[in-house]
């Protein structure tokens, strides 16, 4: 039996987790011993829906478990829930924001490599088919090279759970995930409920459109010779997060670098920058030692 414990579990995450463990006979291995929230009224609902120990602190499992998920609303909380548990080295699934500071997220994947912690998390956008299908077509190149892009989805500008940093991280990497992580600057405007994006790659731009509080997604690639793109559902995301992490818990390795799992960061970075400054800013480089 493999024990774990959910840090953080204001948001959908923990339930649909928590559902997926106790529903689903694939992951009749899986026990939660643990739950953690700063919000003693979220963590008290899933105590008596699903019937699991509610944890007086974020480490009072440390040594007992064979896995976490750090689900937290607040990026800030992710690497500080995650820090006691890490010289144990037992697999991570870390929510998006992976965090808000980027100082926190190198150190988080340099200590990860220290201690050989497997891990996944992000956004759960990067399951949605659309996505994969339009990653695909650029991979395939049947209509030539990419030109440009444009990805639309929502966000929460006003909010107690870091601002801009909350949702944001939803299109960040649903554009890394379609076009690639190497971005090199962005610019950024605010009208209204809408913040439009550009990300510059070397060769293209892709456009990109924040709207607030409109649930909304959708993506599309421009080729030489045509094209592709549609509506983003999320049908069955939330099964592909927790697929994902299920396969580290088991003993999987993790499907990417540490370097490319907290490269949204400093592209959340840069685009917080660029709101700020009215100007294009670059995606600060990074090592993960």
Known sequence: MY????????????????KTIKENE???????IGIYSDDDTAADKLCGEFGVYKMKSYDELIGNVDGVVV???????HYKYAKPYIKSGVPMFIDKPITVSESDAIEMMREFKENGVRFCGGSMC????????????????????????YVRAPISLENEYGGFYFYS?????????IFGNDIKSVLATKNDRTVSVVFRYEKFDI??????NCYAYFGAVAFEKGNEGGVIKLDGCFDGEFQTFYSVLTGGESECSAYDFIKP?????????????????????????
């Open 3 to 18: 024990k774990i414990v959910i840090l953080g579990c204001e948001n959908s995450h923990a339930d649909k987790f928590l």
């Open 26 to 32: 694939a992951y009749k291995d899986v026990q939660v």
């Open 71 to 77: 689900t937290a609303r607040h990026g800030d909380n």
């Open 126 to 149: 990067i399951y949605a088919e659309k996505v994969q299908e339009l990653k695909a077509a650029i991979e395939k190149k049947e209509f030539g090279e990419v030109v440009g892009g």
């Open 169 to 177: 991280q939803h299109l960040v990497q649903m554009v890394t995930q």
């Open 207 to 212: 456009t990109a459109q924040f709207t607030d």
């Open 265 to 289: 960061v400093f592209i959340l970075n840069a685009l917080d920058r660029a709101l700020i400054s009215g100007k294009e800013e670059k995606v600060n480089t990074y090592e993960v030692n």
